[in-house]
């Protein structure tokens, strides 16, 4: 009998269809009973994330699939992977929340379009893909670009404008960029990536490389028609391009049903063979984007279209409510939540006590606010970073200010 | 002017050919080498201040310049040995020569690989370097402009034609925000070494959408290189040097120029992108043109220099940046300028270079700068309407008549 053991928890679970978690650790059985027997007073510590042994779980709901097989609903994984889900999800959930804050305190200004609900996305294709392999996205970029190794320090002052950002406080919030781990960024233009995504992949097919790139895009960028001319080019040349669709349901303010005829983003393809996720479910999304690798490298390209949700509006000017019902937004967070998820798991499954999850949760906070502090006391980037960049190795010509008298910098 | 060769590095015009082998090129020997320009300098905006440096010499240690002292005529004799051949045989040649020496230049565009191009710029590569690197696209121009862009981010130098520039208008979100604006936003990581090009400007009765001059669209997009070719020898020699430049090049083609013959150098040369063409130099009044332009005031100068009048032609080439040093120079010392351009009056190039002179030497002119443009008008198709819609010689004659009074 362990008074920790939060019994309810798997319970509720099972009664809430699609929230089940059902958990098959069959390799733990013997351990469990380990667990059981040991005292678990706060003072024990035990490591909860360097056990590598592989554990199975399935994933809430099946696949559904166009034109091809889906992949098992058996994903590999290990209690480290589990619990470096939760804390990187728990990570990017509290960067997402204090980029809010400082949004409403006139530190980050123009747009900030915020990652919340959809963590789930970017941890299970992180998990999935090397750094070798290249995302491009949209302008929701912030959490993807932790995933890819970003720094917090680096996103904040990015956000901020300082020039220790990513871009050198040139881009601001859509444009994060991370070259030495093929993220490809961070575009204003809805649906301006796809092409630039299917130009990646054609590249790494043309350098032989064997990796495959992820053009991630929305609901509301899926009815662009560049995407269905790269679609095109891409399966017509076999490049190792995955559209992936993070649908989560509201493009702005038009919900999906207004916006699109046939809203099965994975069928849109229609020569190319699509796979839908839940996307709420960090596995689903790492089983889909393992399976799709593997095809887009024999088969050419793939939609994967990620069921998800974002709890903000779709950026900070947007309260998020005028199009959807407040009920709704807390449904989906309360039966939904991939960190909840996670969470449910590591504690059904003792992986750590509730107060270990929340010591890691104070600890997340803290190295929030220390890389926002971090971040507030960079400076602002000098003057003459207006021309740098414009051009490569420049040329010996003007570039103009204003005020044609004062301000003459000559191009680097 | 001076003509001495520096060496060392350092910012400047020429590092736009940073990975150039000097030892391979021979300097024409009829060159005049523009003065170096140093990194920091201001351009002379009528300072006397500035008059030291604005002969100090140019940096081109990696540069052969090309500037044709002569007329078009001219060009290669004194090289001796060279090779006749037309202006879009020169353009496959440089992309030839530059696929052969760089494994990651590609090219993409509509029947660019199998039909060999619709004006045989990309004749026989398919067949040399395979489909890989020779892509024959659908009909998106959105699409492989953008994939364009995104090989070129990781790498790859894909030289995109639109088939006729009008096309390229289905790709300006590309061209601008991600092709001008990327090396920018990214903070320097990317890099996007593209090449646009492709045939442009007023042909014959093809149409008012087929005869668009894009150059005045792209020319306010920060980030990119506008050039336009005029003569067999600047467009070998511009292609290859867009191809080599780090920075996306727009390379301007026109519909009519196709078939110019010329004899160019065997030996391998490049042109410089940011630099502007001496045609005839002369005494009394700048003409500053580009493209097909370039052959109406040449024809029309005849016409001058039987009347008296001693025109300096310069053919612009470079629409972004202006090369307001060569241009600067010529004000200053004939004090009237004409700009004769086939762009749109409103908002075109000569609007633009206006402006840039009448900013940086207004104390040189002595009458007011003049542009001849095309009309405001979508190109009709009757053959007459067509001419009197662009610039005709009999035009620039009695322009320059009037500003030399």
Same mark, same amino acid.
């Given at each position: 009998?362990?008074?920790?053991?939060?019994?309810?928890?798997?319970?509720?679970?099972?009664?809430?269809?699609?929230?089940?978690?059902?958990?098959?650790?069959?390799?733990?059985?013997?351990?469990?009973?380990?667990?059981?027997?040991?005292?678990?007073?706060?003072?024990?510590?035990?490591?909860?994330?360097?056990?590598?042994?592989?554990?199975?779980?399935?994933?809430?709901?099946?696949?559904?699939?166009?034109?091809?097989?889906?992949?098992?609903?058996?994903?590999?994984?290990?209690?480290?992977?589990?619990?470096?889900?939760?804390?990187?999800?728990?990570?990017?959930?509290?960067?997402?929340?204090?980029?809010?804050?400082? =949004?409403?305190?006139?530190?980050?200004?123009?747009?900030?379009?915020?990652?919340?609900?959809?963590?789930?996305?970017?941890?299970?294709?992180?998990?999935?893909?090397?750094?070798?392999?290249?995302?491009?996205?949209?302008?929701?970029?912030?959490?993807?670009?932790?995933?890819?190794?970003?720094?917090?320090?680096?996103?904040?002052?990015?956000?901020?404008?300082?020039?220790?950002?990513?871009?050198?406080?040139?881009?601001?919030?859509?444009?994060?960029?991370?070259?030495?781990?093929?993220?490809?960024?961070?575009?204003?233009?809805?649906?301006?990536?796809?092409?630039?995504?299917?130009?990646?992949?054609?590249?790494?097919?043309?350098?032989?490389?064997?990796?495959?790139?992820?053009?991630? =895009?929305?609901?509301?960028?899926?009815?662009?028609?560049?995407?269905?001319?790269?679609?095109?080019?891409?399966?017509?040349?076999?490049?190792?391009?995955?559209?992936?669709?993070?649908?989560?349901?509201?493009?702005?303010?038009?919900?999906?049903?207004?916006?699109?005829?046939?809203?099965?983003?994975?069928?849109?393809?229609?020569?190319?063979?699509?796979?839908?996720?839940?996307?709420?479910?960090?596995?689903?999304?790492?089983?889909?984007?393992?399976?799709?690798?593997?095809?887009?490298?024999?088969?050419?390209?793939?939609?994967?279209?990620?069921?998800? =949700?974002?709890?903000?509006?779709?950026?900070?000017?947007?309260?998020?409510?005028? =199009?959807?019902?407040?009920?709704?937004?807390?449904?989906?967070?309360?039966?939904?939540?991939?960190?909840?998820?996670?969470?449910?798991?590591?504690?059904?499954?003792?992986?750590?006590?509730?107060?270990?999850?929340?010591?890691?949760?104070?600890?997340?906070?803290?190295?929030?606010?220390?890389?926002?502090?971090?971040?507030?006391?960079?400076?602002?980037?000098?003057?003459?970073?207006?021309?740098?960049?414009?051009?490569?190795?420049?040329?010996?010509?003007?570039?103009?200010?204003?005020?044609?008298?004062?301000?003459?910098?000559?191009?680097? | 002017?001076?003509?001495?060769?520096?060496?060392?590095?350092?910012?400047?015009?020429?590092?736009?050919?940073?990975?150039?082998?000097?030892?391979?090129?021979?300097?024409?020997?009829?060159?005049?080498?523009?003065?170096?320009?140093?990194?920091?300098?201001?351009?002379?905006?009528?300072?006397?201040?500035?008059?030291?440096?604005?002969?100090?010499?140019?940096?081109?240690?990696?540069?052969?310049?090309?500037?044709?002292?002569?007329?078009?005529?001219?060009?290669?004799?004194?090289?001796?040995?060279?090779?006749?051949?037309?202006?879009?045989?020169?353009?496959?040649?440089?992309?030839?020569?530059?696929?052969?020496?760089?494994?990651?230049?590609?090219?993409?565009?509509?029947?660019?690989?199998?039909?060999?191009?619709?004006?045989?710029?990309?004749?026989?590569?398919?067949?040399?370097?395979?489909?890989?690197?020779?892509?024959?696209?659908?009909?998106?121009?959105?699409?492989?402009?953008?994939?364009?862009?995104?090989?070129?981010?990781?790498?790859?130098?894909?030289?995109?034609?639109?088939?006729?520039?009008?096309?390229?208008?289905?790709?300006?979100?590309?061209?601008?925000?991600?092709?001008?604006?990327?090396?920018?936003?990214?903070?320097?990581?990317?890099?996007?070494?593209?090449?646009?090009?492709?045939?442009?400007?007023?042909?014959?009765?093809?149409?008012?959408?087929?005869?668009?001059?894009?150059?005045?669209?792209?020319?306010?997009?920060?980030?990119?290189?506008?050039?336009?070719?005029?003569?067999?020898?600047?467009?070998?020699?511009?292609?290859?040097?867009?191809?080599?430049?780090?920075?996306?090049?727009?390379?301007?083609?026109?519909?009519?120029?196709?078939?110019?013959?010329?004899?160019?150098?065997?030996?391998?040369?490049?042109?410089?992108?940011?630099?502007?063409?001496?045609?005839?130099?002369?005494?009394?009044?700048?003409?500053?043109?580009?493209?097909?332009?370039?052959?109406?005031?040449?024809?029309?100068?005849?016409?001058?220099?039987?009347?008296?009048?001693?025109?300096?032609?310069?053919?612009?080439?470079? /629409?972004?940046?202006?090369?307001?040093?060569?241009?600067?120079?010529?004000?200053?010392?004939?004090?009237?300028?004409?700009?004769?351009?086939?762009?749109?009056?409103?908002?075109?190039?000569?609007?633009?270079?206006?402006?840039?002179?009448?900013?940086?030497?207004?104390?040189? /002119?002595?009458?007011?700068?003049?542009?001849?443009?095309?009309?405001?008008?979508?190109?009709?198709?009757?053959?007459?309407?067509?001419?009197?819609?662009?610039?005709?010689?009999?035009?620039?004659?009695?322009?320059?008549?009037?500003?030399?009074?």
């Amino acid at each position: 009998y362990l008074p920790h053991w939060n019994w309810n928890c798997l319970t509720t679970d099972s009664q809430s269809e699609k929230s089940a978690v059902w958990i098959m650790a069959l390799s733990r059985l013997s351990s469990r009973s380990n667990i059981i027997s040991r005292p678990l007073s706060a003072a024990f510590r035990r490591s909860i994330s360097t056990d590598t042994t592989p554990i199975t779980i399935e994933t809430s709901l099946p696949f559904t699939a166009h034109l091809c097989d889906p992949p098992s609903r058996s994903v590999e994984s290990s209690t480290q992977e589990l619990l470096s889900f939760f804390r990187t999800m728990a990570l990017m959930r509290r960067m997402e929340i204090a980029a809010d804050s400082l =949004y409403k305190a006139k530190l980050i200004r123009g747009f900030c379009h915020l990652y919340d609900g959809q963590e789930a996305v970017a941890i299970g294709m992180e998990a999935a893909i090397t750094k070798k392999d290249a995302i491009i996205t949209a302008y929701r970029d912030h959490c993807i670009f932790l995933g890819r190794g970003g720094s917090l320090y680096e996103v904040f002052a990015e956000l901020m404008g300082r020039q220790d950002g990513c871009s050198r406080g040139k881009g601001g919030s859509m444009h994060f960029y991370k070259k030495d781990s093929s993220f490809y960024g961070g575009h204003g233009i809805v649906g301006a990536q796809v092409p630039l995504g299917c130009g990646i992949a054609f590249a790494q097919k043309y350098s032989k490389e064997e990796a495959v790139t992820f053009a991630m =895009y929305g609901d509301g960028a899926a009815n662009q028609g560049q995407l269905f001319e790269a679609l095109n080019i891409s399966a017509l040349w076999d490049l190792p391009s995955i559209l992936v669709c993070e649908n989560n349901h509201y493009g702005m303010g038009t919900a999906e049903w207004r916006a699109a005829k046939s809203p099965s983003y994975y069928k849109r393809g229609d020569y190319v063979p699509g796979l839908k996720v839940d996307g709420m479910d960090a596995f689903a999304v790492k089983q889909a984007c393992k399976f799709a690798k593997e095809h887009a490298l024999k088969n050419g390209p793939i939609i994967l279209e990620m069921d998800t =949700y974002r709890y903000h509006g779709h950026s900070m000017s947007d309260p998020g409510s005028t =199009y959807r019902t407040r009920d709704e937004i807390s449904g989906v967070r309360q039966e939904r939540d991939p960190i909840e998820r996670i969470k449910k798991l590591v504690l059904s499954h003792d992986l750590a006590t509730e107060k270990e999850l929340k010591d890691m949760e104070k600890e997340i906070r803290k190295e929030v606010d220390d890389a926002i502090a971090k971040a507030k006391d960079c400076p602002m980037p000098e003057p003459s970073e207006l021309f740098t960049n414009v051009y490569v190795k420049g040329f010996g010509t003007e570039s103009f200010g204003a005020d044609r008298k004062e301000v003459k910098a000559a191009l680097p | 002017m001076a003509a001495r060769i520096h060496g060392g590095a350092g910012a400047g015009a020429a590092t736009a050919l940073s990975t150039f082998n000097p030892k391979k090129l021979v300097a024409p020997s009829r060159t005049n080498l523009p003065a170096a320009r140093s990194s920091k300098r201001c351009i002379v905006a009528g300072g006397g201040s500035d008059a030291s440096k604005s002969l100090s010499v140019r940096h081109s240690q990696k540069l052969i310049a090309s500037a044709a002292v002569a007329t078009k005529a001219e060009t290669s004799a004194t090289t001796g040995t060279g090779h006749e051949l037309l202006l879009f045989e020169a353009l496959q040649e440089g992309l030839e020569e530059e696929m052969d020496r760089d494994p990651h230049v590609c090219v993409m565009g509509e029947d660019v690989g199998h039909y060999g191009g619709s004006y045989k710029v990309t004749k026989g590569l398919a067949d040399k370097f395979g489909d890989l690197r020779v892509l024959d696209t659908p009909i998106c121009e959105n699409a492989f402009t953008g994939m364009g862009i995104g090989a070129a981010m990781t790498g790859l130098r894909p030289v995109i034609e639109g088939m006729n520039m009008g096309f390229l208008l289905l790709a300006f979100n590309q061209i601008s925000n991600n092709c001008g604006m990327l090396h920018y936003t990214s903070g320097g990581q990317f890099t996007i070494p593209v090449v646009i090009r492709g045939p442009g400007g007023v042909g014959r009765q093809l149409g008012a959408e087929h005869s668009q001059r894009l150059e005045s669209y792209f020319q306010s997009i920060p980030g990119i290189q506008m050039v336009a070719c005029s003569t067999p020898y600047n467009a070998k020699g511009l292609m290859k040097a867009a191809i080599r430049s780090e920075n996306p090049v727009i390379l301007f083609e026109h519909v009519l120029l196709y078939n110019l013959k010329e004899k160019i150098p065997d030996e391998e040369y490049i042109c410089n992108l940011e630099e502007a063409e001496m045609v005839r130099p002369g005494e009394h009044i700048t003409i500053l043109t580009y493209s097909r332009m370039r052959y109406h005031v040449m024809q029309a100068a005849k016409t001058l220099v039987n009347k008296g009048y001693d025109p300096e032609v310069i053919d612009i080439r470079s /629409l972004k940046p202006f090369d307001l040093y060569t241009i600067g120079n010529s004000v200053k010392k004939t004090h009237r300028v004409l700009i004769v351009e086939e762009c749109m009056r409103t908002g075109g190039i000569g609007a633009s270079l206006t402006a840039a002179i009448n900013e940086n030497f207004h104390d040189y /002119l002595d009458a007011p700068v003049m542009c001849l443009s095309s009309q405001d008008v979508p190109t009709p198709y009757a053959g007459t309407l067509e001419e009197w819609t662009v610039v005709q010689p009999a035009q620039i004659v009695t322009a320059v008549e009037q500003l030399c009074q």
